[in-house]
């Protein structure tokens, strides 16, 4: 017997493009998807491949992605596949709810006989920035959890990380199994190869309904920022003074 | 009329500012939905009670102290696990904290063991019937998002749950 290998699940979202300009759909209460371009979300991506890394340092174990949404996640899920993941679930959903518990709930679900040593999550997702998801899950699972982690290790039945906090860094030790938010650091997601593509094609993907119960929190409107206006040369060197001073008191009322 | 209960967070023995703005923006909510109480629960090693004064003066009626020589640093744990606690037995509206490193970790965990439905990042707050309506900055601040937060049923605490963002809400002293 080697080491112990570990079972992970990494659990994704799918979220447009962050360069992307955005337009409000003609519902008024999401995003016209029309045009925009969707993939993993950044720090889940980071979440795979700190899932792969783990596994192949440990020389076996098994990576199941799993992600809540319609079936355009299926291609996302793919994608993870791709990159070299074992199998992925779908829990198909017409849509993601803002109902960040209720997405827990469902994951929860489908996660809590899955014999899972560790459960990954990006820390947040570029949409939201809600960061409710992997939390939330940890406590339904009633499992420890480590947000934000930008370093992650396993060894001997216990995971090791170093968190980024407002300022400083925090290095942890965990029993597993636990549940794990990542931030940027971790690794940056691979490519996938072009083996790994035609690879993925025979990968299972299971899609089965999410578990969300009542949705309670739901998008009323979306809007767009008001727009910034112009910036302004009002002059040069010292001569522009005066002329600040008074936009600055009876404009912009700062001072 | 509905009371609404505030995690103040503290570092050290000092209250941090977002819990000033947490108080702040529970104030106007128990205002605007009929008069209800602010209530304030702080927790930290002994002396961290002396906070309840400031607390006071932003707009708290009640401040719940949980002094423990264990809580000299963030327990998220056991800290969850008190302000859930105190939530159970007060029947609050809604459970308001920091949108801070430390409201980010509890937020979800109070939303979990209170089955409560929670927004994060929140500018803005406020009530509509038995609903709680919160705009965040969604798409990295590209488009605002409304939400509305419902579904108390019969048998549930009517209890919801917002994060609220610091800087973006004003502090405010009540006058004496």
């Known amino acids: 017997m080697g080491a112990p290998t570990v079972k992970i699940a990494v659990c994704i979202k799918r979220t447009p493009d962050s360069e992307s300009r955005f337009r409000i759909a003609s519902s008024g209460v999401a995003i016209d998807e029309a045009g925009l371009k969707f993939d ?16 192949e340092r440990g020389g076996g174990g098994e990576t199941v992605i799993v992600a809540v949404g319609p079936d355009s996640v299926q291609e996302s899920l793919r994608k993870a596949m791709s990159m070299g993941a074992d199998r992925a679930v779908q829990l198909k959903a017409d849509s993601v709810p803002a109902d960040g518990l209720a997405v827990a ?12 040593d560790l459960i990954l999550f990006g820390k947040h997702a570029f949409d939201t920035s809600a960061g409710v998801v992997g939390t939330a899950t940890a406590e339904l699972l009633g499992l420890p959890c480590v947000t934000a982690v930008s370093q992650l290790d396993v060894a001997n039945g216990r995971g090791s990380a170093r968190r980024e906090l407002e300022g400083a860094a925090e290095l942890v030790e965990f029993p597993l199994p636990a549940v794990v938010t990542i931030d940027e650091g971790v690794a940056r997601p691979r490519y996938p190869s072009l083996k790994g593509i035609m690879a993925a094609k025979k990968k299972p993907l299971e899609s089965k309904p999410a578990q969300l119960g009542a949705v309670r929190v739901t998008v009323q409107k979306a809007e767009l920022p008001p ?6 040369i009002i002059g040069e060197g010292a001569a522009a003074v005066p002329e600040l001073v008074r936009l600055l008191q009876n404009e912009a009322k700062v001072l | 009329m509905a009371n609404v209960l505030v995690f103040a967070e503290t570092r050290g023995n000092a209250l941090r500012k977002v819990a000033l703005e947490a108080v702040t923006a529970a104030r106007a909510l128990a205002d605007a939905s009929g008069g209800g109480e602010v209530h304030a629960i702080v927790a930290g090693p002994p002396g961290v009670g002396a906070a309840a004064q400031q607390l006071g003066a932003h707009g708290a009626d009640v401040v719940y102290v949980v002094e423990h020589a264990g809580l000299s640093s963030f327990e998220r744990e056991s800290i969850a696990a008190t302000v859930a606690e105190r939530a159970k037995q007060g029947g609050y509206r809604a459970v308001l904290l920091g949108f801070s490193t430390q409201g980010r970790d509890l937020g979800p965990r109070l939303a979990a063991k ?18 709680i309506i919160a705009k965040h900055p969604g798409y990295a601040n590209k488009v605002i998002v409304t939400l509305t937060l419902s579904g108390a049923h019969v048998h549930a605490p009517n209890l919801h749950h917002a994060a609220c963002s610091p800087g973006n809400l004003r502090t405010r002293r009540c006058p004496d």
């Open chain 2, 114 to 131: 209170l089955d409560a439905p929670i927004a994060s990042d929140v500018t803005e707050i406020s009530v509509a019937g038995d609903a």
């Open chain 1, 40 to 55: 993993i979300d950044d720090f889940a991506g980071y979440a795979v491949e700190a899932a792969l890394q783990i596994n």
């Open chain 1, 227 to 232: 727009e910034r206006p112009a910036g302004r």
């Open chain 1, 105 to 116: 709930k469902a994951l929860a679900a489908e996660l809590k006989d899955g014999g899972y």
